[in-house]
């Protein structure tokens, strides 16, 4: 993760002042291009130098206000390793402070664009075509929209009153891979299976919408973690998670979808996961200990196992099998003020991430 952090460092300190890179700035161009090709990905690139003007028909910004993450160990691991149940729940924030984030967020997308010279269509000229009734009336409500999720419980807003349309993003561009199928922690599998006929009536309009209007729809969707989970998958230590008072922007599900008007798509996305600062105090809220407590507990278990697996590997019967849990709960506490500050100034970067590959698919 510090990796992460010294990229998101190098990307801030170009995008000062929120200016385009020029021609007179070959160096700057060069070493922005270099971090967009390491923390963000493209898929159809081809489509993307067409892309001249775009309207935003969807803006979305999913706040995970408890974070979950559970692991069950099997065989060989669950001798060595403990099951792991560990939260974090943001505190210290509000939903009106997220609806302002949202709006925010936006503006900064909408700049970002513009500054590398995509035109945007005015929000108001969206919104004064019959279609966008259309749009607007398929929509989720009420908003926000909580979705429970195997990742977590998060909060879905959107920007500018744009309606609200959910959709698994292994859905919006379905691709073939070998092993375990991909799915969309951050939405309920209710969610995920009604997605996808949704989705369809939906594309139907924005295809009127982008073919009126000569542009390319953009659907943004961003989500931000109050906190950070990082499981430790190396084997001697199966089961282990470390937590950190950082928000996060999420790979894969921060991302600019688009669709042309002739109904070509492309997507921009994180492929990593980027980390804030600290933006507040992690607070252990476990009814039987702190953190150190938490992390003691989970060395002697590991210890107590890989004794035992010893011992029964020699033949000696020690009449421990392994197989504990450890559950943890915390509260990642922010400072309001901070929290917003922090989480913005990130954003601006990872939007000109994105515009600069918008820019620049290919490389």
Not at 249 to 272: C, H, M, W
Not at 318 to 330: I, R, V
Request: with cysteine.
């Amino acid at each position: 993760m510090k990796s992460l952090r010294q990229h998101l460092f190098v990307a801030t300190a170009l995008l000062l002042a929120l200016a385009p890179v020029s021609a007179a700035e070959p160096d700057q161009a060069a070493a922005l291009r270099a971090q967009a090709a390491k923390l963000v990905r493209v898929e159809n690139p081809d489509v993307l130098p067409s892309v001249k003007r775009v309207v935003i028909t969807s803006f979305m910004a999913d706040f995970v206000s408890e974070l979950r993450y559970s692991k069950s160990l099997s065989g060989l691991e669950a001798m060595i390793g403990a099951d792991s149940d560990v939260s974090i729940r943001l505190v210290g924030s509000s939903n009106e402070q997220f609806q302002a984030m949202t709006e925010a967020f936006y503006e900064q997308t909408v700049a970002q664009l513009r500054a590398r010279g995509i035109e945007v269509v005015e929000h108001a000229e969206l919104a004064a075509l019959p279609e966008f009734a259309e749009l607007a009336a398929s929509g989720l409500k009420p908003l926000p929209s909580e979705q429970d999720a195997k990742a977590g419980k998060g909060l879905f807003f959107t920007a500018q009153g744009l309606p609200l349309h959910l959709i698994d993003e292994t859905q919006f561009m379905p691709s073939f891979s070998f092993g375990r199928k991909k799915q969309d922690d951050f939405l309920t599998f209710g969610t995920r299976f009604s997605g996808g006929f949704a989705a369809a009536q939906t594309q139907q309009i924005e295809s009127r919408i982008a073919t009126g209007l000569g542009a390319t729809i953009l659907k943004v969707r961003l989500t931000v973690l109050g906190g950070q989970l990082t499981p430790d998958n190396s084997f001697w230590s199966s089961g282990k998670v470390s937590t950190r008072a950082a928000a996060s922007f999420v790979d894969t599900v921060t991302r600019y979808a688009f669709i042309t008007p002739d109904g070509n798509k492309a997507r921009i996305s994180l492929q990593e996961t980027v980390a804030t600062d600290e933006i507040g105090e992690l607070v252990n809220t476990t009814s039987d200990g702190s953190k150190a407590t938490d992390t003691a507990k989970n060395v002697a278990l590991v210890a107590l196992n890989v004794a035992s697996l010893a011992a029964r590997l020699g033949g000696i019967n020690t009449g421990y099998t392994g197989g504990f849990s450890a559950t943890s709960e915390y509260e990642c506490r922010v400072r309001p003020e901070l929290f917003e500050k922090t989480v913005l100034s990130h954003y601006e970067s990872i939007a000109g991430l994105f515009g600069d590959r918008l820019q620049n698919p290919g490389q």
